[in-house]
């Protein structure tokens, strides 16, 4: 994996949840990221607003960190 990888995945996918946000919410919703810094707390409301899941069941990265975005309404 290049150098500075990590940093542009993750500008990468904040874009990409800012398009959605903006074209599908009307710029309403509120963008919540979900990374390798969270608390269990913040981890538990994510799967806890998806309807199932937990931090046990991800896949790991093999050399990038797991980034989850969630849209709230």
Do not use: C, W
């Amino acid at each position: 994996m290049p150098e500075g990888a990590k940093a542009t995945q993750r500008r990468k996918i904040i874009s990409v949840a800012n398009t959605l946000r903006d074209d599908y919410h009307n710029g309403r919703a509120t963008i919540e990221i979900i990374d390798d810094f969270s608390s269990d707390e913040d981890i538990a409301l994510f799967f806890e607003a998806l309807g199932s899941g937990s931090k046990d069941d991800l896949v790991e990265a093999e050399s990038t960190a797991q980034i989850m975005i969630h849209i709230l309404r």
